[in-house]
């Protein structure tokens, strides 16, 4: 009779792995249709420097900072007649009370009524092009703060404009500085998309998000480096021969220790984001987001560290680290380190298959 163990750990590891690949390609088919590009940089404190935005179509976040009182950005974007102009306005949540910016369109053909909101007078020191129009919206702090999931962060949506662009040309969004400063984002398309670069990239961008919000490094990375610390406690308590295995088994132990960091982050900053907004519906992004870390790390540290089974040496599959390292690249795991170090253990596992 056999003996049930880790012998026949394959017969659940090769369901699962097909129903974890099936999770990921329904998650990057269909995630962009809820999330926007975020961007950062540019100076655009002129109407002559406005920063240029191809495809303003695409929906993205334009992530910028405001020195003080008669400060003010811009943007520039091309339009076609009966295109819809989509703009929005954040903040990041912050306690007190505070002046907010204002959001400006200007172009061809705009009038002063339209758009959506009430019209507000147009900030002094906001430049007009001559020959166009404009509309302003006043920054109104809403009652409670949005929670987005995917970063996961909260913000409050200080103004919005949503029209059909009246004519051809170059339109210009302008956000002029309250007295204090302050970060500010202006939400711009609503065609919901990412190129592969921009998808990879994610982590790194939430770090910036975070920043933006006005976390500390330190506090962004507490949840990653508690796991570290810990997992290494662990590893080294639990298996005292660890240092006499293969570097590969050392890569893929590592990428499942960020995989595990990377989900309690992803938890850790869904709680600090609810803290400060309502309960939504996108709570279940963040908890699919963190689950799955949370699962890529738990199959990393095991197929890493189960060496010799019943006295007779496993062999690793090294397709189940590559189906990892995929994993976590397109489900933002381990920062990007992560998915590397998968894909090495797999490689390294690969060069050692007999």
Do not use: C
Not at 154 to 169: H, N, Q
């Amino acid at each position: 009779m056999k003996k049930w163990g880790l012998r026949n750990s394959g017969f659940l590891l090769r369901p699962a792995f097909m129903l974890l690949t099936a999770l990921l390609t329904l998650y990057f088919l269909f995630s962009p249709v809820f999330a926007h590009v975020p961007v950062f940089g540019g100076e655009g404190k002129s109407l002559e420097e406005a920063i240029f935005v191809e495809d303003p179509l695409k929906s993205r976040v334009l992530y910028g900072q405001l020195s003080g009182g008669g400060d003010v950005r811009y943007y520039s974007f091309e339009m076609e007649e009966g295109e819809r102009i989509l703009l929005q306005l954040i903040v990041p949540v912050e306690p007190g009370a505070r002046d907010f910016p204002n959001l400006v369109l200007m172009g061809p053909g705009l009038l002063s009524e339209e758009g959506s909101g009430e019209a507000a007078e147009l900030p002094e020191p906001v430049e007009i092009p001559e020959g166009n129009g404009a509309v302003a919206v006043p920054g109104s702090r809403p009652k409670s703060a949005t929670y987005e999931g995917f970063s996961p962060s909260a913000f409050y949506s200080l103004a919005r404009l949503d029209l059909e662009a009246p004519e051809s040309g170059t339109y210009y969004a302008a956000v002029n500085s309250p007295p204090g400063g302050g970060n500010y984002g202006v939400v711009l398309g609503y065609l919901e998309s990412f190129s592969l670069k921009e998808w990879l990239l994610i982590p790194l961008d939430q770090i910036r998000i975070y920043r933006w919000e006005g976390q500390s490094l330190f506090f962004i990375f507490t949840p990653l480096l508690l796991t570290l610390a810990m997992g290494f406690l662990i590893i080294l308590r639990t298996k005292a021969d660890l240092v006499d295995y293969d570097p590969g088994r050392w890569s893929g132990a590592l990428a499942g220790l960020l995989f595990l960091g990377t989900g309690i982050s992803f938890l850790f900053q869904m709680l600090v984001s609810l803290s400060k907004s309502a309960y939504t519906p996108e709570i279940i992004i963040t908890l699919f987001l963190a689950f799955a870390n949370l699962g890529l790390g738990a199959a990393a540290i095991f197929l890493s560290l189960k060496g010799k089974v019943y006295g007779k040496e496993r062999t690793r599959d090294p397709l189940y680290f590559l189906v990892l390292g995929m994993g976590g690249f397109l489900l933002w795991a381990g920062w990007i380190v992560g998915p590397v170090l998968a894909f090495e253990a797999g490689l390294l596992a690969w060069g050692r298959k007999e």
